[in-house]
């Protein structure tokens, strides 16, 4: 018997070692699909929506989720239709303005900076003869951005649409409740996906499209919560909690069973996953955001954000994970932007952190600005701003 408790004890010990090097070396924690219950900042931050009191954040049906009008949170400002920035926009546009619209995730909506220190504030400020609109939205995945141009966008008749794309977003097309993807998410709700459809897409909609609904998963998330896992990835190839779960062993086994498991996004080199559905998904949706682009008539642009372990990564002197997708892109003759070229030859300048503490600095944000207005003048589609003169010849 005595053996045995040894044994236990000795596995115990060796789990917690385990899990403890795991957090302090890949950053990886435990972090369960809760089934039975709400962490209860979650529960918080839905209530809020529900209720309508959330300061920034608004539920859409069509989209999962967006931007109040007139919202007001630590940095962020937007304008009476959801746009961060303090211009209001007419949907007439005007003559004597190139109209860009940026659609993206939180790299292009821009958090931890101010409106005045997002990258297409910068870039409208250093050419008076651009207007450029900021539909990016935190938590957003490239689905959720098609949508967004498709239901709001397109009716501004911008002469060139960027689409931001930052490169951990191929994981949240195959995701339809945040949490399941990311725990500890502050934006607890649901989302609309695609699916594969023969040779398209199919879209599959919000499994919480109403208010009621949310109410229904407040009061009983034990029934609402497993049903949101339906075509949802990672509810699919995640651990749940669990009644053994104070056994450190436990919990390390279930993280190394999901390790395990193949047809994850990415691989655990950071490299796309060409054959995952993920991928497949999102080449589909360029294509398609793409096509839309061009025939209202305007230019479609590819602006890919790299995160900061790509940051790191090139630092470092390694490849960088999503070049095929970058690759497959330029094969299909998109106009593309990888901010990558812009931001790697300054590793001998800066840290990875003076660039991106999660998200781009506000120094960060003036290199995608300037690189961005650059490349689009090198595709012909914005002019060299000409200079005032300074003073009398």
Same mark, same amino acid.
């Given at each position: ?141 490239? #689905?959720?951005?098609?949508? %967004?141009?498709?239901? =709001? $966008?397109? +009716?501004?008749?911008?002469?060139? /649409?960027?689409?931001?794309? @930052? ?64 075509? #949802?990835?990672?509810?699919? %190839?995640?651990?749940? =909690? $669990?009644? +053994?779960?104070?056994?450190?062993? /436990?919990?390390?086994?279930? @993280? ?74 330029? $094969? ?62």
């Amino acid at each position: 018997m005595g053996m045995i408790v040894m044994a236990v004890v000795t596995l115990e010990l060796s789990g917690l070692v385990a899990l403890s090097l795991l957090r302090k070396w890949k950053d990886v924690r435990y972090e369960p699909v809760q089934l039975f219950s709400f962490a209860e900042s979650h529960r918080k931050m839905l209530a809020r929506v529900v209720s309508g009191e959330a300061r920034y954040t608004v539920y859409s049906r069509e989209l999962g989720w967006g931007i109040k009008p007139n919202g007001k949170y630590s940095y962020y400002r937007a304008n009476s239709k959801g746009l961060r920035g303090n211009n209001e926009y007419s949907l007439e546009r005007s003559t004597n303005l190139t109209r860009i619209a940026c659609f993206g995730d939180s790299f292009t909506h821009c958090d931890e900076v101010r409106n005045r220190e997002t990258w297409p504030e910068l870039m409208q400020h250093a050419d008076s003869g651009l207007e450029v609109m900021n539909f990016g939205v935190g938590g957003y995945g490239l #689905d959720q951005a098609y949508l %967004r141009y498709q239901l =709001e $966008g397109v +009716a501004y008749d911008p002469q060139i /649409v960027l689409i931001g794309f @930052m490169s951990e977003n191929i994981n949240r097309v195959v995701n339809r409740f945040r949490p399941f993807y990311v725990p500890k998410t502050g934006m607890p709700l649901a989302k609309p996906r695609y699916r594969l459809d023969g040779d398209g897409l199919a879209l599959v909609e919000n499994p919480l499209p109403t208010i009621e609904a949310y109410r229904a998963l407040l009061d009983n998330p034990q029934v609402v919560l497993p049903r949101l896992g339906e075509q #949802d990835f990672w509810f699919s %190839r995640t651990y749940r =909690e $669990g009644p +053994a779960d104070f056994l450190a062993t /436990v919990r390390l086994l279930k @993280m190394l069973r999901v390790a395990a498991v193949g047809g994850l996004p990415t691989s655990a080199g950071c490299v796309y996953n060409t054959e995952s559905e993920a991928y497949r998904i999102t080449l589909r949706l360029f294509d398609q955001f793409v096509a839309a682009v061009a025939a209202s008539g305007a230019d479609p642009v590819i602006v890919v954000f790299p995160d900061r372990k790509d940051m790191q990564r090139a630092w470092e002197g390694k490849s960088c994970g999503y070049q095929v997708l970058v690759d497959w892109l330029i $094969g299909k003759h998109y106009r593309v932007i990888d901010l990558m070229h812009a931001l790697e030859p300054l590793r001998e300048k800066y840290t990875v952190h003076d660039l991106n503490h999660g998200h781009f600095s506000p120094l960060g944000n003036q290199i995608v600005a300037e690189y961005v207005r650059t490349r689009l003048v090198d595709y012909g589609l914005i002019s060299v701003p000409v200079e005032e003169p300074t003073g009398a010849p």
